[in-house]
């Protein structure tokens, strides 16, 4: 079976594996790339989806620019992690071409005139697919589902509550949370154990050297950065594991579950919390990856790339 989706993104380190995942996959059709305001504006993260495409020689994918601002708060940005240009300061040396469609104009242009449902692989802030699901309600039935890397039941990492890509735009995330449409969470519980270790970066190295280089260079801070915590030298890819979970759901353990998304401005803001009343009982509204099988996502990981990479150095 071959999904059709539509990556929503905010290029940032884990967003390019997730976009090398996603273009590595046979069973993946991507019939768009968006960007939006993130890890760090949305100047770079066009700009990194531009060349990540490009690097992967696919220039083919149409890139459309979506959202600068959150819907309510103002920006919030993690350069500390990915660096001035979302890219560890990694530099591109091409860029495929950017559509003159804004992200939104791309999704009901794509859900208008599809025969066949849609996935959208949301797994930076969520604010193109709020403004998407508000805006024209009626496509919504276009839509297969909605695969999201954001929040976690065990807590924050940019605040004690919050996860990153909720506490961006916690609006966002509680109108897409509350859409109603069929909904896989990939939060911090699964994310943060989802590692690779450098082992996995430079096998994937040995078949291409400079693909490898890539993903050693963009992933150096956080080599470092865990193995000085006691981790061992490895980096949690966030964004790739609701894709790989796509194709894999095998190697995850999954909770139906009714959640929420905190989006007042206190300590709060960006928190994802469990309504689990016994006397009073909620409709799930998202499939919550909660486990992993390690060994088995990073053998999938691999595998898919380095397919790609013999299959493309044979042509």
């Known amino acids: 079976m071959t999904h059709k989706i539509i990556i929503d993104c905010d290029p940032g380190i884990d967003d390019a594996m997730a976009l090398l995942y996603a273009i590595a996959s046979e069973d993946i059709e991507i019939l768009a790339v968006h960007t939006v305001a993130g890890n760090v504006n949305v100047d770079h993260t066009t700009n990194n989806a531009q060349g990540v495409l490009a690097f992967l020689n696919r220039h ?7 959202s600068n601002m959150p819907l309510v708060e103002n920006p919030s940005f993690a350069d500390d992690v990915h660096g001035v240009n979302g890219m560890n300061g990694y530099e591109f040396d091409s860029f495929a071409p950017l559509s003159e469609k804004t992200a939104l104009e791309s999704y009901v242009a794509i859900l208008r005139n599809t025969s066949e449902k849609v996935t959208i692989a949301a797994v930076g802030p969520l604010t193109n697919v709020a403004i998407l699901l508000k805006g024209y309600p009626e496509l919504t039935d ?3 589902k909605i695969i999201i890397m954001g929040g976690g039941l065990k ?5 004690t509550t919050g996860e990153f890509n909720f506490y961006v735009d916690p609006h966002a995330a509680h109108i897409v ?9 990939a939060g911090l519980d699964v994310t943060e154990v989802a590692r690779l ?3 996995d970066l430079e096998e994937i190295a040995s078949h291409d050297a400079r693909l490898g280089q890539f993903l050693l260079t963009i992933n150096e801070n956080s080599l470092s950065i865990y193995n000085s915590l006691g981790f061992g030298k490895t980096c949690t890819p966030n964004d790739v594991v609701p894709l790989v979970h796509l194709l894999h759901p095998e190697v995850f353990e999954t909770q139906d579950l009714k959640i929420d998304v905190s989006y007042d401005s206190s300590e709060t803001r960006g928190m994802t919390y469990l309504d689990s009343r016994i006397r009073m009982p909620q409709e799930p509204n998202v499939q ?10 990073r053998a999938a990981f ?13 042509h």
Do not use: W
């Open 302 to 314: 691999k595998a898919t790339v380095i397919k790609y990479v013999q299959n493309s150095n044979n």
């Open 142 to 144: 276009k839509i297969e």
């Open 177 to 185: 949370i509350n859409s109603g449409l069929p909904i896989v969470l």
């Open 197 to 199: 270790h450098k082992e």
């Open 288 to 297: 919550m990856i909660m486990d992993v099988d390690l060994a088995r996502f």
């Open 155 to 159: 807590g924050g990492n940019i605040t």
């Open 60 to 66: 083919d994918i149409p890139i459309c620019r979506g």
